[in-house]
């Protein structure tokens, strides 16, 4: 079982930054890729960016690319979203994920932390 845990969020004006953390339980959390997504208002929720377990890897939505970045401390068992440039299309709830298995579906997820950034 994995217990994912998100913080970081809050307001920001357009152009800011802020840090997302995911804190995670489990002795394998090094073995895990982990994923970030988000879900605006009436919208579905959509990818934003995954890393590897080893954190050699990692992809982004285009709609994030060169404004994110996806990092983790193993040691820590935290993953991390740095999130730069912030638009008010950024705003939504940010939820991280991991798979049970190694090429498997998100299984787990957190409770989710929200991001409003004001134009």
């Known amino acids: 079982q994995v217990q994912l845990v998100e913080s970081g969020g809050g307001l920001v004006q357009a152009g800011g930054s802020l840090r997302l953390s995911c804190a995670a339980s489990?002795?394998?959390?090094?073995?895990?890729?982990m994923g970030w997504f988000r879900q605006a208002p009436g919208k579905e929720r959509e990818f934003v960016a995954r890393i590897s377990g080893s954190g050699g890897s990692t992809y982004y939505a285009d709609s994030v690319k060169g404004r994110f970045t996806i990092s983790r401390d193993n040691a820590k068992n935290t993953v991390y979203l740095q999130m730069n440039s912030l638009k008010p299309e950024d705003t939504a709830v940010y939820y991280c994920?991991?798979?049970?298995?190694?090429?498997?579906?998100?299984?787990?997820w957190g409770q989710g932390t929200q991001v409003t950034v004001s134009s």
């Open positions: 994920a991991a798979p049970a298995a190694l090429g498997g579906p998100y299984d787990y």
């Open positions: 489990g002795r394998t959390f090094s073995s895990r890729p």
